[in-house]
């Protein structure tokens, strides 16, 4: 075999790779290739995440480096550990090993002591305005800011209040510790940020050791640095932030100096990527919680059904991108799709059954049928499935007064029962109300396994369940959370919540599964025929299993329709 053919599949190439390629090729960092994700612990994480993650722990596999999991725990009051472990389950859900797991917590006092050099170095100093005077003084887009009058504070002065700050001496706001930069710079942020501020608050990890904090900007780079992480891939949003991560680093001296680098977020249609607008929707119970189906965390879409290795493809068919756009909801379905067609075995469920009783099989007879487990996997093998007298079909495959185009079963019409035989209606029972109850067919002993020996051709195959076999099931079905497609558009005024779809779920409490369903353990994903990629709830109890719709299956019906068989 010739080298060509065993090469691996290179994965697509993206312009972060060719940036490292080119420092790979200047000796910077001496090839090194060091990432790392870093999520602040105040929420679980979504789709968005899946794709830095996917983005970061995926660079350094193909460059053979590292990746780091940090927690970016810098503001004490709004995370917890119950985030902590979440995230950690869900990048291990996903498929990636961190190559150690860090805290910016952890980085405190090196962080205070780069501070106080800061300030002994003229560069920070400690400013006692109010924040409103903060403001003020920090101009327009279009004016230079003035100098409050502690910007020129010496540094001693500035100094023992610093640590004095450290020592608890001091109510929150009294003072921060700003950067003295540039008052007139044209990016606001380089206006003397804020680097640390007085905050009386238990953090999860330090418990009530420090009583100031720093700010993102001035913690993150930092623990880049201390981690040694050559490339510190973030979102676009953070390009103006370049400048002050530089900054800061340069200030202190001769430390390790990464390279930040942005990307564009992921924004999926009909979908929020807001962990605190997610955290209102499970405070609020307008969802079940984190892992609510409907939810697009990871938590969720995990329970939803849909396969890690189906994310990982969306990532990487997605691409990574400097121009911030929308991506069709439907692209990642049909990366469920692709993955689940190749993968879940086929069974088949009624979620609103009809009886039909088969008038002329023989009462007290039952026997089963060859099933094929998955056509696109012929290792999947076959399975034996009961057939008798009285069955369950999908009450919309029936009309009595069947329009033009509707194929399926109706009034002395001819249809196929998947892997089973042809049947034919002759008579609709209906309820005292005028309700269909029951339908009573005909079979052809001939047509068992799904032909008929003279050639006879039936327009639509339908599923089934025997009903004396059948196992009752709780299904539920999704829709989006939200009705609108790009949530952005929303009116800064209006109330988000508004657009929430009332239909999100459905919940069917008599659906009836073929029996074999019942050795489905939670989290297992299958094809229910026609009707979707459906995975066993944790609500499941023994005997009476509940399925989540991980997604439809698109185009089925219209395949089936045009085919006329
Ligand atoms: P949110 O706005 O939902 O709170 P965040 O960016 O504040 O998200 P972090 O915990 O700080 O949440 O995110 C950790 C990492 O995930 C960061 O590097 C961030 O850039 C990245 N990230 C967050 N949202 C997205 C997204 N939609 N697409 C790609 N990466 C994202
Ligand atoms: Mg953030």
């Known amino acids: 075999m010739s080298t060509d053919e065993t090469a691996p599949v290179e994965k697509p190439r993206n312009f972060i790779h060719e940036i490292i390629d080119e420092h790979n090729r200047a000796g910077r960092f001496g090839g090194r290739v060091h990432t790392r994700f870093p999520p602040e612990p105040n929420g679980y994480l979504h789709l968005g995440h899946a794709k830095s993650i996917c983005l970061n722990f995926g660079t350094a596999l193909k460059y053979g480096g590292k990746c780091n999991l940090r927690f970016d725990d810098t503001n004490p009051t709004k995370e917890d550990v119950e985030y902590v472990n979440s995230i950690m389950d869900d990048v291990r859900w996903l498929g990636f090993e961190w190559d150690g797991v860090y805290y910016a917590s952890d980085y405190f006092e090196q962080l205070y002591q780069w501070a106080e050099l800061l300030i002994q170095k003229g560069l920070a100093y400690v400013d006692s305005s109010t924040l409103e005077e903060i403001r003020q003084n920090r101009g327009t887009v279009t004016q230079a800011g003035s100098p409050g009058k502690y910007r020129d504070r010496p540094s001693e002065e500035s100094l023992n209040l610093f640590r004095r700050m450290r020592a608890g001496e001091f109510a929150d706001g009294a003072h921060v510790l700003r950067a003295k930069i540039d008052l007139a710079h044209p990016n606001m942020l380089m206006r003397d940020p804020i680097l640390y501020r007085i905050r009386h608050a238990h953090h999860h990890r330090t418990g009530d050791d420090w009583c100031i904090y720093p700010m993102y900007d001035f913690a993150h780079g930092y623990s880049d640095s201390i981690e040694g992480i050559t490339h510190s891939i973030c979102t676009l949003e953070f390009e103006v932030h370049r400048v002050l991560y530089d ?87 049909n990366a469920i799709r692709n993955d689940l067609n190749r993968t879940a075995p086929r069974y088949m469920a009624v979620l609103k059954p009809l009886k039909v009783v088969i008038t002329n099989y023989p009462e007290g007879q039952s026997e089963t049928l060859d099933a094929v487990n998955n056509p696109e996997d012929p290792s999947a093998g076959t399975r034996q499935i009961p057939f008798g007298r009285e069955l369950f079909i999908e009450h919309d495959d029936f009309l009595e007064d069947p329009p033009k185009k509707f194929f399926r079963l109706a009034p002395g019409r001819e249809v196929r029962l998947r892997w089973g035989y042809f049947i034919t209606c002759q008579e609709v029972v209906k309820d005292a109300s005028g309700q269909i109850v029951e339908l009573r067919c005909t079979y052809d002993p001939a047509t068992r396994g799904g032909n008929s020996p003279d050639g006879r051709k039936v327009k639509a195959t339908i599923h089934w369940v025997s009903a004396a076999d059948a196992i009752p099931a709780e299904v539920r079905l999704y829709e989006t959370l939200f009705t609108v497609p790009d949530l952005s558009e929303i009116p800064e005024d209006a109330d988000w919540r508004s657009y929430l779809n009332p239909n999100s779920l459905t919940v069917n409490t008599d659906a009836k599964l073929e029996p074999a369903l019942a050795n489905l353990a939670v989290g297992d994903r299958c094809q229910f025929e026609r009707l979707g990629y459906f995975c066993v709830d944790q609500d499941s109890k023994p005997g009476h299993p509940v399925f989540n719709r991980t997604v439809t299956l698109k185009d089925t019906w219209a395949k089936e329709q045009k085919k006329g068989d």
């Open 247 to 333: 900054w800061l680093i340069d200030s202190v001296g001769d430390i390790h100096h990464p390279q930040q680098i942005e990307f564009a977020r992921l924004n999926l249609t009909y979908t929020m990527m807001s962990k605190r607008k997610l955290l209102e929707l499970v405070e609020s119970e307008t969802v079940a919680g984190w892992d609510d189906p409907r939810m697009p965390t990871i938590a969720g879409i995990r329970r939803r059904g849909y396969p890690p290795s189906a994310i990982r493809a969306f990532c990487d068919d997605i691409g990574v991108t400097r121009f911030n756009g929308m991506t069709d909801l439907v692209v990642l379905e």
